[in-house]
């Protein structure tokens, strides 16, 4: 059955442990039930895979927050600052990484590629090593990146990064049927296609949710052969990260 009745249950077999690959960018088109879901079933020592880690009070932030998460691997720290207090004070390992780059890594995971050479990161830290990934209390580095190995191709030179694969994806759509299927909402797609592709076990809350045929199959953004849970979520509060008006 692909169908929940609530994101509770959708997520309840996720380990302590676990790692996960979430979409979203930003505050846009985050799971955000399924990570409230995740957070108030208590799960500790998790491993997550997505652009950014939210801001302080939503989206992944409220897992950071309750110090759920061991691991990030993102492309950018953001507008949060507990994120940025717990990396630097050495309670978070964090891997950074050139957010096209991670965009492949999760593609490249759920179409069975192991790695790929990039040129993102050629004789930078990315490539060459000496990250920091955590950090002493004190500020020293207690682990740092290890060097990537790197090949030339047609005199130009490229690094080499490794797929990423998650035990469970966590994905928000508009629409979805329930086979799985999945419609985005403009650039509510952002990473939620690659998370999705990226998950062993990938759950998706639709605001929408119809009957297998009901979608017509030139508009579906994903298959449903790459989720394996769907629950019906209702329509998404629209968080803004920064409000600005204009008089």
Not at 61 to 72: D, E, K, N, Q, Y
Not at 97 to 107: F, I, S, V
Not at 194 to 201: Q, V
């Amino acid at each position: 059955m692909k169908v929940y009745t609530s994101a509770a249950e959708a997520v309840a077999d996720i380990p302590d442990g676990a790692s996960l690959a979430v979409g979203g960018f930003g505050l846009c088109g985050i799971p955000s039930e399924l990570i409230s879901a995740v957070d108030a079933q208590g799960v500790s020592g998790l491993e997550v895979f997505s652009n950014n880690c939210g801001v302080d009070d939503w989206g992944l932030g409220i897992l950071l927050s309750a110090g759920r998460i061991r691991r990030v691997t993102a492309s950018y720290v953001g507008e949060n600052k507990e994120f940025a207090r717990q990396y630097l004070s050495g309670e978070l390992e964090v891997e950074l990484t050139p957010q096209g780059t991670l965009a492949e890594r999760l593609r490249a995971g759920g179409a069975g590629i192991p790695a790929f050479y990039t040129p993102a990161g050629v004789g930078t830290l990315i490539s060459e090593g000496g990250l920091p990934w955590l950090y002493n209390s004190d500020g020293s580095v207690a682990i740092a990146s290890p060097p990537k190995e790197t090949r030339d191709f047609d005199g130009k030179s490229y690094v080499l990064e490794e797929a990423i694969v998650a035990d469970y994806a966590l994905v928000h759509a508009e629409v979805g049927d329930t086979e799985g299927n999945l419609v985005f909402d403009k650039t509510a797609m952002n990473f939620n296609p690659l998370a999705a592709m990226a998950g062993r076990i990938t759950i998706a809350q639709v605001e929408r949710l119809v009957q297998p045929g009901e979608l017509d199959p030139s508009q579906v953004h994903l298959p449903g052969v790459f989720v394996q849970r769907v629950v019906h979520t209702g329509l998404q509060d629209k968080r803004i990260e920064k409000r600005t008006v204009s008089a």
